[in-house]
């Protein structure tokens, strides 16, 4: 209820998940890519906190210290 977003991948890196507390129970959101990896901060730290904008690089595709964001051709729908 502190309104911290936790942010989880799996192993490969391709999948994002979020979970918060969004006042009325738990939410999650999903976020899975095609190709590339998401561009995971290296630590060894069990937990790290990001800032909105690191956050917006690292869904967008973008690694958080400011590299290349991840394009492609089309959709694919």
């Not at 690292?58 to 595709?61: A, R």
């Given at each position: 209820m502190s309104g911290a977003l936790f942010v989880?991948?799996?192993r490969t890196?391709?999948?994002l998940k979020i979970l918060y507390w969004d006042s009325t129970g738990l939410a999650m959101w999903s976020k899975r890519l095609e190709k590339?990896?998401?561009?995971?901060?290296?630590?060894t730290q069990t937990s790290i906190s990001l800032t909105q904008q690191q956050l917006n690089s690292?869904?967008?595709?973008f690694d958080i210290h400011?590299?290349?964001?991840?394009?492609?051709?089309?959709?694919?729908?």
């Open positions: 989880f991948t799996n890196r391709k999948r590339e990896a998401f561009k995971w901060p290296s630590s690292l869904l967008g595709g400011g590299h290349q964001p991840l394009f492609y051709a089309s959709a694919g729908l």
